[in-house]
């Protein structure tokens, strides 16, 4: 497993197992593409939305816990997610993810389309066996609408020079803050915790999701390739304007408007010159700032949980996550 668990013990052994419950999981009768699935499922996937299920978890009353629903749910939602990065690289034709060749580039549109497909049904095949009955099963559906939503709500964005901050904050809720959400929310459900800390659990979880997508954001302007491990300012030229573009923009329209202008015709050069504004007008700046202050509600209200070991190790990964290089 990664070493990014070596700080969190109580959860390392535990994810370790969603790591092989996954590779059971993924079986599919074309070899090839089963190796691709576990391969992928084993990359550097960081496996943030399990870890956070069980931290939540570990609040909750230990001895009402059942360790193996608890495994079959995390995966669900590592399952949930898997899928839709499938799907992201096709619709954005990456070559690569977690720094290996994606399932699309291997074989194709067709085989990835489908297997994304396929991944949604072992998502709610997992459900079924855990949660039949239960609300929170419609819950699941309708976070992973909220998750498709959110995406259509981008690309229905696609080249929009008028896109608000607004737009921006729908979109992200879907596709990134509705995963965090739903992850955080069911940990504190499912491991027995109180109404009141579920609530908690998921206004945590929707604050990291939205801070999480925006560092995501500001780093697309940032990084180069190699850290990056996809290719830079892929979002701008394909159309997809980011909170440190849309709050540059807001401060001189006119520098950015000859280059929006272009659409789909943005050459690289010309991508590079907007990226330049964007740190010029501030948007980088203002970017973090604004991610700052969903990463300080997200850890306000985690120090309104119950003290104790669980909310420590909240707290920490929380602080990791949202501070990645700043």
């Not at 700080?7 to 790591?19: A, S």
């Not at 069980?54 to 909750?60: K, N």
């Not at 109180?194 to 995501?216: K, M």
């Amino acid at each position: 497993m990664h070493s990014h668990w070596n700080d969190y013990p109580t959860i390392q052994n535990k994810l370790q197992v969603v790591c092989s419950f996954l590779e059971k999981q993924l079986n599919v009768r074309n070899k090839d593409i089963q190796q691709a699935l576990i391969d992928f499922s084993q990359a550097g996937g960081k496996y943030l939305r399990p870890a956070f299920f069980f931290l939540f978890a570990e609040i909750g009353e230990q001895e009402k816990q059942n360790e193996e629903d608890l495994i079959k749910i995390a995966s669900s939602i590592e399952l949930l997610h898997m899928a839709t990065l499938i799907h992201d690289d096709i619709i954005d034709d990456s070559p690569l993810r977690r720094g290996t060749m994606t399932i699309q580039s291997r074989y194709g549109k067709d085989i990835a389309v489908y297997t994304g497909d396929l991944l949604f049904t072992l998502f709610f095949e997992v459900l079924i066996d855990v949660m039949n009955g239960s609300p929170f099963m419609a819950m699941n559906a309708q976070a992973m609408k909220g998750l498709l939503l959110g995406e259509l709500d981008q690309m229905h964005n696609r080249y929009n020079s008028n896109q608000t901050i607004d737009d921006y904050l729908l979109s992200v809720n879907g596709k990134t803050a509705e995963l965090f959400w739903l992850a955080c929310l069911e940990g504190a459900h499912f491991g027995h915790t109180s109404p009141e800390i579920e609530a908690l659990a998921g206004d945590i979880g929707r604050n990291i999701g939205i801070a999480f997508q925006a560092y995501d954001d500001i780093l697309d302007y940032t990084s180069d390739e190699s850290t990056l491990q996809k290719p830079v300012l892929e979002d701008l030229t394909q159309g997809v304007y980011t909170i440190p573009l849309l709050l540059a923009k807001a401060q001189n329209s006119a520098a950015f408007e000859p280059f929006l202008r272009k659409k789909g015709n943005l050459t690289e050069e010309e991508a590079k010159k907007v990226a330049s504004l964007v740190v010029a007008y501030q948007g980088v700046e203002q970017a973090k700032e604004f991610a700052r202050t969903y990463t300080e509600k997200a850890l306000a209200d985690i120090r309104r949980l119950p003290a104790g070991h669980a909310r420590d190790q909240l707290e920490r990964l929380t602080r990791q996550l949202l501070a990645r290089n700043y």
